[in-house]
Nanobody
Framework: QVQLVESGGGLVQAGGSLRLSCEDS????????LGWFRQAPGKERECVAS????????QYADSVKGRFTISRDNAKKTAYLKMNSLRPEDTAVYYC????????????????WGQGTQVTVSS
């Protein structure tokens, strides 16, 4: 069972920036890959970025590549998503989650999800 808490969302104008944080109160944070996901109204949840356990390997969805940066600090059991050049289509609830098994990619996130943090980008 993961215990992740997302924060840092808010209302921002198009072109603006936000940094999301994901804090883990569990004990397995540093062992597994982590992903940032988002879900917009009426759409399925999608993974927008992921990072390996050691931070060496990152992946991004095409829609955010070059604008979003994922990072993690295992000592603080915290991950971040820096979002620049935000667009109205980035509006969604953002979640983080760890992979169940892999330290490199997020293919099987845990079933438990936090409450997420709302990001709203106005045009």
């Amino acid at each position: 069972q993961v215990q992740l808490v997302e924060s840092g969302g808010g209302l921002v104008q198009a072109g603006g920036s936000l940094r999301l944080s994901c804090e883990d109160s569990g004990s397995t944070f540093s062992s597994y890959a982590l992903g940032w996901f988002r879900q917009a109204p009426g759409k399925e949840r999608e993974c927008v970025a992921s990072i390996s356990w050691d931070g060496d390997y990152t992946q991004y969805a095409d829609s955010v590549k070059g604008r979003f940066t994922i990072s993690r600090d295992n000592a603080k059991k915290t991950a971040y998503l820096k979002m620049n050049s935000l667009r109205p289509e980035d509006t969604a609830v953002y979640y983080c989650n760890l992979d169940r098994l892999s330290g490199v990619v997020v293919a099987q996130p845990h079933d438990d999800w936090g409450q997420g943090t709302q990001v709203t980008v106005s045009s």
